[in-house]
């Protein structure tokens, strides 16, 4: 048994896959990319993330609080240059968390509103 690949559900699953093309340097697999659902391949042998489709999907508040949409998962991305990284994911497309609770990680929000971390590796 192996993990293969991570489901983000998206109002527009296109619009993520790219994002997340952009940001990580990935491959959208046209093969996958229809309107429901596309998959996007590291270089290498990994897992993958794939979007699909959640017509009714709600973001997710982050810090979520009683009764606000919780998170159910959310993606950490290992960094060199923190700085650099923030202005990366943020001219991909990326939205800085208003709430940042440690110096040496980002929280940012993809264009479909999952959070996601960028840490500075040591």
Same mark, same amino acid.
């Given at each position: 048994?192996?993990?293969?690949?991570?489901?983000?559900?998206?109002?527009?699953?296109?619009?993520?896959?790219?994002?997340?093309?952009?940001?990580?340097?990935?491959?959208?697999?046209?093969?996958? *990319?229809?309107?429901?659902?596309?998959?996007?391949?590291?270089?290498?042998?990994?897992?993958?993330?794939?979007?699909?489709?959640?017509?009714?999907?709600? *973001?997710?508040?982050?810090? *979520?609080?009683?009764?606000?949409?919780?998170?159910?998962?959310?993606?950490?991305?290992?960094?060199?240059?923190?700085?650099? *990284?923030?202005?990366?994911?943020?001219?991909?497309?990326?939205?800085?968390?208003?709430?940042?609770?440690?110096?040496?990680?980002?929280?940012?929000?993809?264009?479909?509103?999952?959070?996601?971390?960028?840490?500075?590796?040591?």
């Amino acid at each position: 048994m192996s993990l293969t690949t991570i489901n983000l559900g998206a109002p527009e699953p296109m619009v993520l896959a790219r994002f997340y093309e952009r940001l990580l340097g990935w491959t959208v697999d046209e093969d996958s *990319a229809d309107e429901t659902w596309v998959v996007v391949r590291p270089p290498q042998p990994g897992v993958a993330i794939s979007c699909q489709l959640e017509e009714a999907h709600v *973001a997710p508040v982050w810090p *979520a609080l009683e009764g606000d949409q919780q998170m159910q998962l959310h993606l950490e991305v290992g960094v060199d240059d923190l700085n650099g *990284a923030l202005e990366h994911a943020l001219a991909s497309g990326a939205e800085l968390a208003q709430y940042q609770p440690q110096d040496d990680v980002r929280v940012c929000l993809d264009p479909a509103g999952h959070p996601f971390c960028l840490w500075l590796r040591e």
